[in-house]
């Protein structure tokens, strides 16, 4: 009998998620450009590794991603998941 779950998880795109940035494809293609909101990166949640170091953990949709790399959009968001 397969384990259950009490707790039910939303799927990445419907999870509660702050707005830090965007992300496109370069005029010339070859590379992916991010701008990032100086306040709301400066407001996002960190975590450090074992090694003292600190990082922002931030995310960006593989769909919509594809979506940019692929012409069919022209920008899509850079998100952290706000903490509960």
Known sequence: MP???SKK???ENEQNTTLVGWARQSRAGGA????LHQEAFGNCHTYTTADGTA???LVISMAAL???LDGQQSVTT????SEN
Do not use: D, G, H, M
């Open 32 to 35: 992916l450009k991010i701008s």
């Open 78 to 81: 850079v998100s952290q998941f």
């Open 66 to 68: 594809r979506r940019v």
């Open 3 to 5: 384990k259950t779950s």
């Open 55 to 57: 990082y922002v953990p």
């Open 9 to 11: 998880e939303k799927p």
